[in-house]
């Protein structure tokens, strides 16, 4: 039961964001609909005033998909992937709203936090004995980690992916919240019925899931480097399984 208290308490801060960018943007109806839904439990299929349908004409037409955009910047980089996500899906969506969720980019900055600690912590090793350095500074800095170069002790140069500090509440509370969008989307307008975005969503949830392991992240690199060993015109990656965590993902550097 701590469990699902502890899940609302995570989505109702997200909702606070969400609500304050939706008024930011323009969309101050929907947000009175979700605000109306999250208060009565309504699940029917109430009508958008003519004020938030899209619009026809092609100027206003591409400065509604523009506002979509900035909504799911705003919202930071689940949100953000989920657009890149239906970027790929022109089966689906308008090309004017495609246009705009390809104008995406995965831009976070870096975090500074304790690397040789979180590693200390995760492996029960002493970091001293294990790296010979580390850079202070990520070289590639993305909404689930951070990655570094660094040489081992043996003078091996290897990259070391890090996972950001309590990345997995943020994602489990935008998820929270961009599920409940989606369905209620799904039950206001029928043409997000005909796309099943649900069922987008629902393979976009189970990959970042995925995405916030990096044991699976390492699997994939071990069986890889299997099924390529043999064809010496493949240059596989080399994972360190025994520096490996589901938070830290240790490679050679290529």
Known sequence: MSGVFERQGIKINRTASLA???????????????DKKSANGNSGND??????????????????FSR???????LGPTYVKFGQTL?????????????????????VPYEDFDVHKKFEEELGLPFEEI????????????????????????????????RRPGIQKVVQGDLLLLKDIVVFLHNYYPSVREINLLHVFE??????YQELSFKNELKNIQQFAQNFKDIPEVLNMEAYADLSTYEILCLTSM
């Open 20 to 34: 304050k960018v939706l008024t930011k943007y323009g969309f101050e109806e929907l947000k009175v609909l979700l």
């Open 47 to 64: 009508d958008l005033n003519s004020s938030q349908t899209i619009p026809v004409d092609a100027e206003g037409r591409a400065e509604f």
């Open 87 to 107: 970027s790929t899906r022109e089966d689906l969506f308008p090309p004017e709203l495609i246009f705009e969720f390809k104008k995406l980019q995965d831009r």
């Open 68 to 74: 979509i955009r900035k909504v799911l910047e705003d």
């Open 203 to 208: 393979a976009f949830e189970n990959n970042l």
């Open 131 to 162: 790296f010979e350095s580390l850079e202070p500074i990520p070289f590639a800095s993305a909404s689930i980690a951070q990655v570094y170069k660094g040489v081992l002790k043996n003078k091996k140069p290897i990259i070391l992916k890090v």
